[in-house]
């Protein structure tokens, strides 16, 4: 699931040029992306392992050897690896990721087909062209590329296609564990990370994902004799959570901060106007102060990379209009920070809301990943890329607020940066939502920046 850190800019400035798109490869990428967005790879459509064969037969019409592909099946879905031998054997391999999936989209709600790409107004429409189908092109058209120029990397470069990005990340696991992945240096994750346009398509900033809160809900539950409601008792099941509810409103965790988080806040601290900015840099410079924390607390954008975030997402209670409530329940979903565990934030919760009778469940398993603290000779290579593009626009690590297959690779060890290379404008990004779309500009730019990351990873000390 892609997901974007959205701003609120009003600067103005000149547009950059567009870049030409007539190359073969370039024509050839906007084929396949064609051809990818026409699979519906939504859960339960079965259509992952139809679009993986599209895909080995698109390579091995490109000179990739069968003995460099491998399809791991996975309930109705499966995993790609493909992989470039480098000529240095020792050498551990550098990953490179895409998911194949996509959210479903009905094609009644849709303006046009969602599984028919459109190129309209400069974008192309279609059910995944940004999340992360481009991504997907993206790496095809690079191991195309490479095997074209004839040129072997020093390093093996494997690339690892994703079957249930959106939902269980089942192949992600799979694909960690792969004796081909398992001892990798370090991931480019394509579904996260990416450029922030002005309203006038001016750059203002490139993210690259360092790191994930770790998702987790928890339950909470009052139970009660309950009764007849024409004969109200002291203690009621929705009451007691409206008042525990309440609790979790106004409990707030404490304050944390990383290099990574700092980085990204004091840049962003440098191209927000206006007080916004002035909080960002001061909170950047220093979290111990209270008065810019709490600026940040109450902005949406930025307060879940100060600090680990609870909310009520959901409520049931009750069961007839005429019947004291036996049962009420809520779910709290929290973006937890990294490095906390979650039953920490379980005992936290319980202490704000301070009733023994409120039950509080974790809810699934939760994940936690660490983060993967910026590597200077990767960010170098991905700040030559992106600067070869758009000249002197500022590049900060993030903190994603979670859910990208990134977490699955860091918790196998490998450390992973997102880094699409796409840019976009705040209002363009319509992932999981209708008429999603990317500036075709940037896709050329997306599949370009993996390219440029490849040659120059495939080649690193
Ligand atoms: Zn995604």
């Known amino acids: 699931m892609l997901k974007?850190?959205?701003?609120l800019f009003s600067i103005l400035f000149a547009?950059?040029?567009a870049a030409a798109q007539d190359q073969p490869y370039q024509r050839q990428a906007r084929q396949i992306l064609e051809r990818l967005v026409a699979f519906r790879t939504a859960a339960g459509q079965g259509q992952v392992p139809r679009l993986i064969a599209?895909?080995?037969e698109t390579l091995r019409a490109g000179g990739v050897a069968e003995a460099d592909m491998v399809v791991i099946p996975h309930e109705e879905t499966a995993a790609l690896i493909v992989r470039i031998q480098g000529t240095d054997a020792a050498a551990r391999p550098i990953l490179f990721s895409a998911h194949m999936d996509?959210?479903?989209?009905r094609p009644e709600d849709w303006e046009r087909s969602p599984f028919t790409l459109i190129e309209e107004n400069g974008y192309f429409f279609g059910r995944g062209v940004l999340d992360n189908k481009t991504g997907v092109t993206s790496l095809i058209s690079t191991i195309l590329r490479l095997k074209a120029s004839g040129q072997r990397p020093r390093n093996t470069l494997v690339f690892t296609f994703v079957g249930d990005e959106e939902t269980t990340f089942g192949t992600t696991e799979l694909i960690a564990a792969h004796p081909w992945v398992h001892?990798?240096?370090?991931?480019i994750n394509t579904d996260a990370g990416g450029g922030m346009l002005a309203p006038n398509g001016q750059p203002l900033v490139y993210l690259v994902q360092g790191a994930e809160k770790t998702f987790t809900s928890f339950r909470l539950t009052v139970t009660n004799p309950g009764g007849h409601s024409s004969r109200p008792r002291d203690d009621n099941a929705i009451y007691d959570l409206a008042r525990a509810l309440l609790r979790v409103e106004t409990y707030h965790f404490p304050v944390q901060a990383t290099a990574l988080t700092r980085s990204y806040l004091g840049t962003l601290g440098r191209i927000?106007?206006?007080?916004?900015g002035q909080m960002l840099t001061r909170f950047a410079a220093n979290p111990d102060d209270a008065e810019a924390a709490e600026a940040l607390r109450h902005a949406p954008e930025y307060v879940g990379t100060t600090r680990t975030t609870c909310v009520a997402t959901m409520l049931d209670a009750g069961h007839a209009q005429n019947a004291l409530p036996q049962r009420a329940s809520a779910v709290v979903n929290c973006r937890i920070f990294p490095g906390v565990q979650p039953e920490t934030v379980r005992q936290a919760l319980a202490a704000a809301i301070g009733n023994d009778s409120v039950r509080i469940e974790t809810m699934g398993n939760p994940r936690l990943s660490p983060v993967s603290e910026p590597n200077p000779a990767v960010d170098a290579m991905i700040a030559t890329s992106i600067h070869s593009r758009y000249p002197g626009v500022p590049i900060t690590p993030y903190l994603e607020s979670g859910g990208t297959d990134g977490l699955i690779y860091r918790i196998a060890g490998i450390p992973t940066w997102a880094t699409s290379g796409v840019f976009i404008k705040p209002n363009e990004m319509f992932a999981h939502g209708l008429n999603e779309r990317i500036p075709v500009?940037?896709?050329?730019?997306?599949?370009?920046h993996i390219h440029d990351l490849a040659v120059a990873l495939g080649n690193a000390r």
């Open 4 to 7: 974007r850190v959205a701003l």
């Open 102 to 105: 996509v959210v479903d989209a």
């Open 183 to 187: 001892n990798a240096r370090y991931a």
């Open 54 to 56: 599209y895909v080995q």
């Open 441 to 448: 500009a940037s896709f050329y730019a997306g599949i370009e």
């Open 272 to 276: 927000v106007p206006g007080a916004a």
């Open 15 to 17: 547009a950059p040029p």
